[in-house]
Structure formats: structure tokens, C-alpha cells
């Protein structure tokens, strides 16, 4: 059987995640303490169901342990955000995914047993900040510390070079791992295959070595 699971907090986050896997067909549980909030989310949810998730008896009616993954998506409340980590990690829930408004919520988040920590509003500017640095940016996604993804438009001079002649790798020590084309998405490009116009690149490298590389024009 595919993954099932539940997200608390129906706010603007965990609606668009509750969303997002509803419509990927898994079966999701939407849990939040405000009818409304249910009201407005229970066309994009399997099931929803109003509950105080700071209650440990609530969660037991709703079989919380059954779930593959619980997300906590609670924002503004970081006592209620904690208190749910915690109680679910007491109940023996396998997974348990939480948004954190900053970094200290996220290392109380872990220490109180949350597997996953997430930090929407700081991702989504980073992301935004290296769009503002060149409008060429269009993403950038970090991995790890120092390593991310980039997603950027091919400048003026790289157009009717092939990847061999820009030699990226060598110049910036970047790897172009994708070239979208129009519709075509190319994953793992030949070094024969040639830049056009409007063609995005997507690279992966150092943060460093990927900045001197948006940079450029
Ligand atoms: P977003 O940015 O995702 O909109 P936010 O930072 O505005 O989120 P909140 O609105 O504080 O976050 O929380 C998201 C949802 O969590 C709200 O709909 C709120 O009703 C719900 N919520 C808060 N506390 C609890 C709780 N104890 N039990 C269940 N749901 C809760």
C-alpha cells in the first residue's frame, strides 16, 4: 500500500503540502484545530478532521501511529508546534516532519525528536535572493551546506556552443546536469549538445564556484 499521511496545521505550508500529495494520490489526513481552516482544505485532503494537536487523547482517536509520516506544520504557535513534535515522537509515530519559523524553534524541533526539520521562509529566500543577484537565476536549491542546484538561463555567449566548448567544469567548476530546451527537459546532456536560445541550464557545484558562475553574462 502506498505511504499515508497526515499533516497538522493548515495554514498556508501544510495546505499546499496536504495539496500536493492529494493530488500525487496518496492518502492524506488533514488535522487542524480550526474548523474553518478544515472547510476551506477538504476538497484537497482525503480525509479532515478538527482536533487540538497539543492533546494526546485527540491524536489517539485519529490513530495518528498508523501514519507513515506526520508533518507539523504549525507556524506562529512554536509552543504548539514543540508540544506536537513531542507528543508525537512519545506515541511512536514513525516519521515526523516539522516546519520551523527559525533556527533556534529548528533545534528544539529535533532535540524533542523531530526527524526532518524544515525551514520554508528562509529557503524561499535564499531562493529569491539569488534571482535578485542575475535575473538569470530562475532556482536554486541548496543540498547541503555548501552544495547546491541552480537553475539558470544561458547567457548571450554560451549560445551555439556545445558543453565541451564551454567547458564548464574546467572554467567554473560547475556540472551542467540538465538542459531544458522549450518543453524537452535533457537530463545528462552529452558534451556534444548545443546551447540555444532561452535554454536553461541546470547546474550543479560548490556555492562559491556557482556564484561566480550566475555572475557571469
Ligand atoms: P503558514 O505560513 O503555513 O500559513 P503560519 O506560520 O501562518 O503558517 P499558523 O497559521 O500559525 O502558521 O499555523 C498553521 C495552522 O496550524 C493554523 O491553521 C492553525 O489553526 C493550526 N494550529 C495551530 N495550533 C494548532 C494545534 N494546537 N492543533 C492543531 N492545529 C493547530
Excluded: C, W
Excluded at 507528543?87 to 516519521?95: H, T
Excluded at 531562493?127 to 544561458?154: G, K, M, P, Q, T
Amino acid at each position: 500500500m502506498s505511504k499515508q499521511f497526515a499533516i497538522i496545521g493548515m495554514g498556508r505550508f501544510g495546505s499546499s503540502v496536504a495539496r500536493t500529495l492529494y493530488e500525487m494520490d496518496f492518502e492524506v489526513m488533514g488535522i487542524d484545530e480550526n474548523e474553518e481552516r478544515i472547510n476551506e482544505n477538504i476538497q484537497y485532503v482525503t480525509h479532515a478532521v478538527a482536533a487540538d494537536t497539543t492533546d494526546e487523547r485527540a491524536l489517539r482517536e485519529i490513530g495518528i501511529r498508523n501514519f507513515d509520516v506526520v508533518v507539523v506544520a504549525i507556524g506562529a504557535d512554536i509552543q504548539a508546534s514543540i508540544l506536537t513534535v513531542l507528543i508525537l515522537k512519545e506515541m511512536g509515530v514513525k516519521k515526523i516532519v516539522a516546519k520551523a519559523q527559525n533556527e533556534r524553534h529548528g533545534q528544539v524541533l529535533y532535540k524533542v525528536g523531530a526527524d526532518r526539520v524544515v525551514f520554508p521562509e528562509r529557503d524561499m529566500g535564499v531562493r529569491v535572493a539569488h534571482n535578485l543577484i542575475s535575473a538569470n537565476v530562475l532556482d536554486f536549491i541548496e543540498l547541503a551546506e555548501d552544495y547546491s542546484v541552480a537553475e539558470v538561463v544561458a547567457s548571450s555567449n554560451m549560445i551555439g556552443k556545445n558543453l565541451r566548448q564551454l567547458d564548464l567544469r574546467a572554467r567554473y567548476e560547475v556540472n551542467v546536469i540538465a538542459i531544458k530546451s522549450g518543453d524537452k527537459f535533457n537530463i545528462a546532456p552529452s558534451p556534444d549538445e548545443v546551447i540555444r536560445e532561452g535554454d536553461v541550464l541546470v547546474v550543479i557545484g560548490n556555492n562559491r564556484h556557482l556564484k561566480t558562475f550566475e555572475e557571469q553574462d
